[in-house]
Structures are given as structure tokens and as C-alpha cells.
């Protein structure tokens, strides 16, 4: 037998990673995605907005330490140089200028005489330094230019040399020019930024971690709240949901509670309604049913309706080997009576004939009006014996109860009695045309009496009683 064929892997790796996607679409899209997001721009913008304003504040603050600085090297150089410049002691001055510049990263010192033909020391001097022939001598403040912008500044300081005291060989003055290029000043801002950076980011993760997990607390009841209303969807109101989170979200889990609950309360009243009104609907439908299958003037079965149960009691008795017989009651002369005395008596008469066998009867026993003045009826589990046993009480009350209510109307009745087994009928058809043609034998031999199919047919009319 053939292994069952496989599924191809890219297959299970396509449904795995849109099931990532679709994770990760739902962690970024939802409530604490989109919080967690709102809360890291908000403190990256901020944090940058803060770091860059402390970056450039510290940067300012740092290039005035560095010209406070640069301009007490420039006046610690000229006090210095006072003493090498009135000797015109070059090669001291080139020594002082080349410690300073080897003590102080990013330095660069000069020293120049005030005349032209003086000592000079030092690199030469920017173009927009103080000339040489600059006539500061009697200035004894140093003079810082800053220069540049951004991280691009450099500190510039120009301070005057003393004059020789008079006496001297070498009686003249002299300037030093000092610059800092700020080369200390832009690694520490560098640096700075480099962390602020770096705590910027830091911050903005941890933002994100703490939006999301307050959104998720947030999303949580919401959630329930979702399941709880899909449940309510499918038709299932008992779920409720429990009061938690803030006042807003506990607000709505009350609102939602207390509207699942009059919802269920209206659900077992419309409920009881419908089954209330189901029931009378079918009652209703029943009394319809049943007014369909009754005489409107005797109200006992109609000729349909009997024909029907006769059809299932015949059924029954070939079924179970059991005996139907019927019972045929025609009125003798009707009609003289609806014309001598007239219609309304001859309702009566009617009346009175279908009460009197509806009396006589079992409560499993149907009675009808077969015609004008025919009735029938049906006696299940009833042989030819029984029935003839009853058709004679049946014909003796109906002239009983003519001679109390009608005096005066001659009311008598001719009665035919077919039994199945007696007739040996094969269908209901045919049993109702033998106990037709019992009766049809009581009429053509005189009226009044009673006559069995099969028997009476054949032999003749019993005697009346």
C-alpha cells in the first residue's frame, strides 16, 4: 500500500510566515501596538528636542571654558615673555611657546615684538591676527575673538607684553596671540551626542515596551468584551463579562452586563409569548380543523372526515385480525315531515336524531351525517352482533325523546348494520355499499326496522321491535 502523498513543505512555510505577518500586522496595528508606537515617537522627539538642546548649551558652555582658558594661557604667556622678549631671547621664547603648545592639546602660541626689526617666536600668525606693528603697548587686557560656528569655533587671544622697565638695553613691548582651536570642545560634544543618541533610543524602546504593555492592559477587557459580544451573535446571552480596567472600560463592561441581562429577559419573554401564541395557534388550528370536519347544522362529522377514520380503522382491523362494523340510521318519511311541518321542525327532527347517537355512542365510536337525512356510524372493535344490539337502543331512544320533544311528529327510523368479518369486505368501499344495501332492503320492505348485511340481505327483514 502507497504512503499517503505529502503535503510540500514551501507549503507549511507560507501558511507559518502569514501566520507571523498577520501576528505582527495585529502586535503593530492594534491598540498596544499603536499606543506603544505613539509613546516611542513622542519620547524620541522630545528626548531628541531635550538632547540637542543640553548638547548645544554644554557645547557653549564648554567653548566659554576654553576662552577663559585660552585667555589665561595667553596672559600667563605673556607675563612669561616679558622678561626673554626685553632680552631678545629668541630661542627662550621658541621654548615657551613650544611647551605651551606641547601642554595644551590644540594650542598654538605667538609671540611678536612691537617693532618690526624685534624677536618673533612661535608659528606664524593668522592673517587676520594683530600685525606686528600693531601699536597695543600700553593695553594691558587681553583682547578673545571666537571665531566660527558649530563645532567649527576657535578661540583666539591676543594680550600685550609689558614694557621693559626704562634702563633697560632692550626698552620695548610686544604682543602674544594665542589660538585653541577647540579640538578638546568637539570630541566631548561628539561624545555627548553619541550617548544622548544612544539614551535617546533606549528611551524610546523602553516607551514602546511600556505603551504596549499598557495598551494590552487597556485591550484586554476590550477583548473579553469582543468574545462576549460574538457569543452574543451565535444567540448565547448567558456570558457576561467581568468589571475590570480603568473607570471608562469598567463602565462600558456594566453598560454591556446590564444589556445582556435585559436582553435575556426579553428573549424569555418573547420566548413565552411565542410559545403562547404557538399554543393557541394550535389550538386555533385544531378548532378549525375540526369545525372543517363537522356538520355546521348537527355538528357531527362530515361525510369527508368519516371516510378518512373509516379508511384507518379498516386499515387496522386487517392489521391486527380485529372487527369494524357501521351503522346506517335514515329518517322515515323526512320529507313529509319538512313539508307538513315545516323546515325548522324538520331541523329539529335532525337535531334530535344526530344528539341521540352521539349519546348512544362510545368515545372511540364516530358518528357523521352521510346525506340529507342519512347518518353513519363507525364501531371499531364492534362485530355485526354488537351493532345490531346497539342500533335497536339507538332507535328506540330516538322515538323516545321525538315523543318527549316533538309530540305530535311521527319520528321513526330505519337502521342498516354491515359488520367486516360478516360481510367479508376487502375494502371500506365495499363495506359501506353492504351496510348501504342493509338499509336499502329496511326501506323496500317496509320502513322502521333493521337489517345486517349478509344476513338480512339475503334472508330477509328481522321483525322491529
Known amino acids: 500500500m502507497a504512503a499517503p502523498p505529502h503535503q510540500p513543505l514551501g507549503r507549511q512555510d507560507n501558511r507559518h510566515c502569514t501566520a507571523v505577518r498577520i501576528t505582527l500586522a495585529g502586535t503593530f496595528s492594534g491598540l498596544s501596538g499603536r499606543l506603544g508606537l505613539m509613546m516611542a515617537v513622542a519620547t524620541f522627539i522630545l528626548g531628541g528636542t531635550l538632547a540637542w538642546l543640553l548638547a548645544n548649551s554644554i557645547r557653549d558652555e564648554l567653548y566659554c571654558e576654553l576662552a577663559e582658558r585660552a585667555r589665561r594661557l595667553a596672559c600667563g604667556a605673556a607675563a612669561e615673555a616679558t622678561e626673554p622678549l626685553a632680552r631678545g631671547d629668541r630661542p627662550a621664547l621658541e621654548r615657551l611657546c613650544d611647551r605651551i603648545a606641547r601642554e595644551n592639546a590644540g594650542v598654538r602660541l605667538s609671540i611678536f615684538a612691537a617693532e618690526p626689526a624685534g624677536a618673533a617666536a612661535g608659528y606664524p600668525p593668522r592673517k587676520d591676527a594683530p600685525s606686528q606693528a600693531d601699536p597695543i603697548a600700553g593695553d594691558t587686557r587681553p583682547h578673545v575673538y571666537v571665531r566660527g560656528r558649530g563645532l567649527s569655533r576657535q578661540v583666539e587671544v591676543t594680550c600685550a607684553i609689558a614694557s621693559v622697565p626704562v634702563g633697560s638695553a632692550h626698552s620695548s613691548g610686544g604682543c602674544v596671540h594665542l589660538v585653541a582651536d577647540g579640538t578638546p570642545v568637539r570630541a566631548a560634544v561628539q561624545r555627548l551626542r553619541r550617548a544622548a543618541a544612544w539614551f535617546v533610543s533606549v528611551s524610546a524602546m523602553a516607551a514602546f515596551a511600556i505603551g504596549w504593555?499598557?495598551?494590552?492592559?487597556?485591550?484586554?477587557?476590550?477583548?473579553?468584551?469582543?468574545?462576549?459580544?460574538?457569543?452574543?451573535?451565535?444567540?448565547?446571552?448567558?456570558p457576561r463579562i467581568g468589571v475590570v480596567g480603568p473607570a471608562e472600560i469598567a463602565e462600558l463592561c456594566r453598560c454591556f452586563n446590564t444589556m445582556g441581562d435585559r436582553l435575556g429577559a426579553w428573549r424569555a419573554a418573547m420566548l413565552g409569548l411565542t410559545a403562547e401564541l404557538e399554543r393557541k395557534m394550535e389550538e386555533r388550528a385544531r378548532e378549525l380543523e375540526d369545525l372543517a370536519a363537522r356538520d355546521p347544522l348537527t355538528n357531527v362529522y362530515n361525510r369527508r372526515h368519516f371516510t378518512a377514520a373509516l379508511s384507518h380503522e379498516f386499515a387496522e382491523a386487517i392489521r391486527y385480525d380485529q372487527d369494524v362494523s357501521l351503522l346506517m340510521v335514515d329518517l322515515d318519511n323526512f320529507k313529509r315531515i319538512n313539508d307538513t311541518q315545516g323546515h325548522r321542525i324538520g331541523d329539529e327532527v335532525l337535531l334530535l336524531t344526530a344528539r341521540t347517537i352521539s349519546n348512544s355512542l362510545r368515545a372511540a365510536d364516530i358518528v357523521a351525517r352521510y346525506g340529507g337525512d342519512e347518518f353513519i356510524a363507525l364501531l371499531p372493535h364492534t362485530s355485526a352482533e354488537e351493532a345490531e344490539v346497539l342500533g335497536n337502543r339507538i332507535r328506540e331512544a330516538i322515538r323516545e325523546s321525538a315523543a318527549d320533544r316533538l309530540p305530535g311528529v311521527p319520528v321513526d327510523v330505519s337502521i342498516g348494520i354491515a359488520g367486516l368479518r360478516e360481510t367479508a369486505a376487502l375494502s371500506p368501499e365495499v363495506l359501506i355499499q353492504e351496510v348501504d344495501k342493509a338499509l336499502y332492503t329496511v326501506k323496500r320492505t317496509g320502513k322502521g326496522r333493521i337489517a345486517r348485511a349478509g344476513r338480512d340481505t339475503a334472508a330477509g327483514v328481522s321483525a322491529g321491535l
Do not use: D
Open 213 to 238: 504593555a499598557i495598551g494590552s492592559w487597556l485591550a484586554r477587557p476590550l477583548r473579553r468584551l469582543c468574545r462576549v459580544v460574538e457569543q452574543f451573535a451565535a444567540g448565547n446571552l448567558e
